[in-house]
């Protein structure tokens, strides 16, 4: 009887185990972000009209060969409130009921520590959907 070698190629299936894992995993830390960002606007006190609490969401897709999770919000005003912004005291503002003071508004931070205060969290994620498969 002869000795023979089967090679088989599962490099398609590995591929796809690989592309599910990393979709469950950045669906997971799109949504552990998300609540962190809003934590964070409670915390630093950003809350006036809920408007921007209740607007960040986050997105899970596929693009191209990446695997990409986006966590945000289309108001308008959202870069000023995590960024800062300059602005002309003395003008009233209807929304607020007031004349602003400040020529400067520092920025409030949200979504950039979402992420970057969790970088280690998001790894393991990362790591245990890996080796769920």
């Not at 990393?22 to 960002?37: H, Q, V």
Request: hydrophobic share 35%.
């Amino acid at each position: 009887m002869a000795d023979f070698v089967v090679i088989e190629n599962h490099a398609e299936q590995i591929k796809s185990d690989i592309e599910k894992a990393l979709m469950r995993a950045a669906e997971i830390i799109g949504g552990k972000c998300e609540k962190y960002a809003k934590q964070n606007l409670r915390r630093n006190g950003s809350i006036q009209t809920s408007r921007l609490f209740n607007s960040i969401t986050h997105d899970t897709k596929k693009e191209g060969g990446d695997i990409v999770a986006t966590i945000g919000t289309n108001v308008e005003y959202s870069p000023y409130v995590e960024l800062g912004h300059h602005q002309e005291p003395g003008r009233y503002v209807p929304a607020l009921g007031k004349r602003l003071v400040a020529d400067w508004v520092a920025p409030k931070p949200y979504l950039r520590p979402a992420l970057e205060d969790h970088i280690l969290e998001y790894q393991k994620i990362i790591n245990q959907e890996m080796r769920n498969g």
